[in-house]
């Protein structure tokens, strides 16, 4: 069955930290990958996606994530988080084409200032 | 800016009444549009594929009949939850693609329903 996964539920961290968020994925086929967040009271915005090519996406607002295949898995990263990142992120797969995602259950992440 | 809205942001009906969400491309159009639900502390759920012109195609375990989808233009479609009920109650979040070199697709706001 087709599936994402993100381990962290929840995620606090401290200014200037670093952080990685955990995604993997079950989908046969090609897949596109993307992450999206949602700060409070505001609508999805994509942060990053892959398609094809390098394997480390670089995104808005400091962000990237490394596909790597052979784990299936799509990790987010940010050098040095800010208390503006605080937010719920989701990693999101689709099939080549279709538009359709499926969405993991999504990380909440709270930095504090 | 927002370039797919939904209206109402937020609603409040009594159980048995009908509620109509409207989801719009504001400055493309969007010959498919996708519906969404996100339940408290959960993934967004792929509910149905509304596609202008033609019937919507609905996700495995969605009624629709419950859940009725009309694309009326190409920058309009409708999510009416009939006959509401309590388990109704959810955020229910549309989408739009918009087309180009590589796929970009647009979330609205969401709309928040509570059946009472």
């Known amino acids: 069955a087709q599936s994402v996964s993100q381990h962290n539920h929840h995620v606090i961290l401290s200014e200037a930290a670093s952080l990685e968020l955990g995604c993997n994925y079950s989908y046969g086929g090609t897949v596109n990958l993307f992450w999206y967040v949602q700060y409070p009271g505001q609508h999805l915005q994509l942060l990053l996606k892959y398609f094809s090519g390098d394997p480390l996406v670089k995104g808005i607002k400091g962000f990237e994530a490394e596909f790597i295949k052979s784990k299936f898995s799509f990790n987010l990263r940010k050098p040095s988080v800010q208390w503006s990142d605080t937010a719920e992120y989701f990693c999101?797969?689709?099939?080549?084409?279709?538009?359709?995602?499926?969405f993991g259950t999504g990380t909440r992440l709270k930095v504090l200032a | 800016g927002a370039v797919v809205s939904q209206h109402p942001s937020r609603v409040i009906c009594k159980s048995g009444t009908s509620v109509k969400i409207e989801c719009r491309s504001l400055d493309f159009q969007a010959t498919t549009m996708f519906w969404y639900r996100q339940f408290p502390k959960q993934s967004l759920m792929l509910m149905a594929t509304?596609?202008?012109?033609?019937?919507?195609?609905?996700e495995q375990g969605v009624e629709k009949d419950k859940f009725l989808i009309n694309h009326a233009s190409l920058t309009l479609s409708t999510l009416t939850v009939t006959s509401a009920h309590p388990e109704d109650s959810s955020f229910y979040i549309c989408s739009a693609p918009r087309q180009g070199p590589q796929e970009t697709q647009y979330f609205g706001p969401g709309t928040r329903l509570l059946v009472l």
């Open positions: 999101a797969v689709g099939s080549s084409g279709t538009y359709k995602y499926i």
């Open positions: 509304s596609n202008e012109g033609s019937k919507a195609t609905y």
